[in-house]
């Protein structure tokens, strides 16, 4: 589906916020989490305590203005959710959301929530690369949400680590480890049963709270304002075992031939037809005792699965793809960069593109550069140029719309 063109509000489009975002090096501090190194963050807080963070990103413009998030909101392959605390009762609807069908911007206590804004904009993408000391495989999306004053989605707690990053107006955050986390059973939204917060702090525009899994938690507006959402996948033990069945299913990997049909040349006849025979359970089961796989079938599973795009992503080919000569002579001036859908993760001998798996060796020294900052310069292009399998394969993924030439635009 084509998409419309967004409306950025005025100052957004400095180069700072625009050049690639290389990913923050483990040992280095920085304001973004406090003047604490990734590495140090990690050791302390990722998945143990939160942390607020004052002037994390100092100067921060929202992504997109509201009037652009409104707009996104009414596209139907964007998740978007709106959550109205009107007359102190909980309502929750689901987008699209056409313009007329929000509330009036002057009306107290409701709440817009967009998800996956990094797949439609590239000021949001850029924000989300920030985050880059976190494995990709970990990344899921950023979240906008836009709140009238009093607006909120009411005290919850949520299965995943987030940063919660202030980028407009002022929202009064009150949090706490409690342990009770017993849902209300009469609404629509997940809203703790009790909530006991320990610490209540109002971020303003550059503020961020880091929180990990499970701390209850309740974010106000004060005043119009605005809020992204870091947030972090984390596969269920029943959704891995289940997606990796299928993926050792599918690619046939299984021990034994998987052909094979089932046998049953002994089988009596029976008198009670609907029993299932005994001879059945035991003949599947030794068939499943035969399925094996290795850590390299693992590692090929997560690669595939997690560089998979989410069912609404589109990738966008260009409508007038240029020749690879042309290609060339572009990126040879301007670089490459991976599109903001793209998913590009490796692994010690393999890479995983948008679900796609290839093996690394022959591509191994610049893919893995590409992967890692998502850019290639085009001083680096340039030394790569004369090996036409490497241009021919950027070509390629330039034409499928995986790879854009140039910087951010
Ligand atoms: C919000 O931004 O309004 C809600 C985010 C959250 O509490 O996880
Ligand atoms: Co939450």
Same mark, same amino acid.
């Given at each position: 589906m084509p998409k419309r063109p967004l409306e950025h509000p005025p100052g957004t489009a400095s180069a700072r916020n625009l050049s690639p975002i290389r990913p923050p090096l483990p040992d280095t501090p920085i304001a973004l989490l406090g003047?604490?190194?990734? +590495?140090? @963050?990690? %050791?302390? !807080?990722?998945q143990k305590k939160p942390l607020l963070i004052r002037k994390a990103i100092p100067d921060i413009v929202p992504p997109l203005s509201r009037d652009a998030l409104f707009e996104l909101a009414g596209g139907?392959?964007? =998740?978007?959710?709106?959550?109205?605390? /009107?007359r102190n009762r909980w309502q929750l609807e689901h987008g699209p959301f056409a313009p007329d069908e929000l509330p009036p911007v002057k009306q107290r206590a409701w709440? *817009?929530?967009v998800q996956g804004v990094d797949l439609h904009d590239d000021r949001a993408r850029a924000l989300l690369d920030r985050f880059r000391f976190v494995p990709d495989a970990r990344l899921d999306d950023l979240m906008i949400s836009y709140a009238t004053d009093g607006g909120g989605v009411g005290a919850h707690f949520d299965s995943y680590d987030v940063f919660l990053l202030q980028v407009h107006g002022k929202r009064r955050w009150r949090f706490g480890a409690q342990r009770d986390l017993s849902l209300r059973e009469d609404l629509p939204l997940k809203v703790l049963q009790h909530f006991e917060p320990e610490e209540e702090w109002v971020l303003e525009p550059g503020d961020m709270l880091y929180l990990p899994p499970h701390i209850a938690h309740d974010g106000v507006a004060e005043g119009e304002c605005m809020t992204c959402s870091i947030g972090f996948r984390a596969p269920s033990t029943q959704e891995l075992t289940g997606q990796f069945l299928y993926h050792l299913a599918e690619r046939s990997d299984t021990g034994g031939d998987v052909r094979e049909l089932y046998r049953d040349?002994?089988?009596?006849?029976v008198n009670h037809p609907a029993q299932l025979p005994v001879a059945l359970v035991e003949r599947v089961g030794s068939i499943?005792?035969?399925v094996s796989w290795d850590a390299r079938a693992v590692s090929t599973f997560l690669g595939t699965y997690l560089s998979e795009p989410k069912p609404s992503v589109v990738f966008d080919p260009p409508v007038r793809p240029l020749t690879e000569t042309r290609f060339i002579e572009r990126a040879s001036k301007n670089g490459v960069r991976l599109d903001r859908k793209s998913i *590009?993760? !490796?692994?010690? %001998? @393999? !890479? /995983? *593109?948008?679900? =796609? =798996?290839?093996?690394? +060796?022959?591509?191994k020294k610049w893919l893995i550069e590409l992967a890692d900052s998502r850019f290639m310069s085009a001083k680096r292009f340039v030394t790569l140029s004369d090996d036409s399998s490497v241009t021919a394969l950027l070509h390629e993924w330039y034409c499928a719309g995986w790879i854009q030439v140039g910087e951010l635009a």
């Open positions: 003047n604490l190194t990734p +590495a140090q @963050f990690m %050791r302390r !807080y990722w139907d392959d964007v =998740e978007s959710r709106l959550i109205t605390h /009107f709440t *817009l929530l040349p002994k089988q009596p006849a499943l005792a035969k *590009l993760l !490796y692994d010690a %001998r @393999f !890479y /995983f *593109l948008n679900g =796609e =798996e290839n093996r690394l +060796a022959g591509v």
